[in-house]
C-alpha cells in the first residue's frame, strides 16, 4: 500500500511539474493562443533580408513548441538548420518595454537588426519605442539592461 501511495504521489508530482514546464514555455514567447510567434511574419526575413514578410501556412516550423512561418520552402531549411540563429531577442517582445522592465506586443514592421539579431518594438498611435531605442544612441547599453530584465521577465505571464 506505501509502495502505491508513493508511486501515486511521484506521478502527480510529474504531471504538475511537466505542466509547470510547458506554462513557462509561454512565458517567455510572445505567442497567440496557437502558439504561432511574430504574429506569423517570418524570422529569416528579418535577420537575412531586413524585411518584415508574412509568412505562408505552408512554410512552417516547430521549434520549443512555438510556430514560425516563413516565405519560401528555403527560408524554412534555414530557419530548420539552426532555429536559434534566428529566434527574435527578448522572445519577440518590444525590446524597450522589456528595458523598461515589462513586456509589451510589438508591431511586427517595426524592428532593428543589429550585430545578427533582430529586436522587435511596440508602436501605436502614442508610443514609437523603436525611435525611443534609437535615440537614446546606445544599444549596448540598452541591450545589457533588456538582457538584465529579461532575466526575470521570461519567467512572467504577459
Not at 529569416?44 to 520552402?73: I, N, P, W
Not at 546606445?138 to 539592461?145: F, I
Request: charged share 25%; with cysteine.
Amino acid at each position: 500500500m506505501k509502495t502505491i501511495r508513493k508511486i501515486s504521489m511521484l506521478a502527480l508530482a510529474l504531471t504538475f511539474l511537466s505542466q509547470v514546464a510547458l506554462a513557462q514555455d509561454k512565458q517567455a514567447y510572445n505567442i497567440d493562443n496557437s502558439n504561432i510567434a511574430l504574429q506569423g511574419y517570418s524570422p529569416v526575413s528579418y535577420l537575412d533580408l531586413g524585411l518584415a514578410q508574412r509568412g505562408l501556412k505552408e512554410y512552417k516550423s516547430e521549434h520549443d513548441k512555438v510556430v514560425y512561418y516563413f516565405t519560401s520552402a528555403e527560408q524554412k531549411q534555414k530557419f530548420d538548420r539552426n532555429p536559434e540563429k534566428y529566434l527574435p531577442q527578448y522572445g519577440g517582445y518590444c525590446a524597450f518595454g522589456v528595458y523598461a522592465g515589462a513586456k509589451f506586443r510589438p508591431d511586427p514592421n517595426k524592428f532593428i537588426v543589429k550585430d545578427g539579431k533582430y529586436f522587435l518594438f511596440l508602436y501605436n498611435l502614442e508610443l514609437d519605442a523603436q525611435q525611443l531605442w534609437l535615440k537614446e544612441n546606445n544599444h549596448a547599453g540598452l541591450m545589457k539592461k533588456a538582457d538584465d530584465n529579461w532575466a526575470k521577465l521570461k519567467k512572467t505571464y504577459n
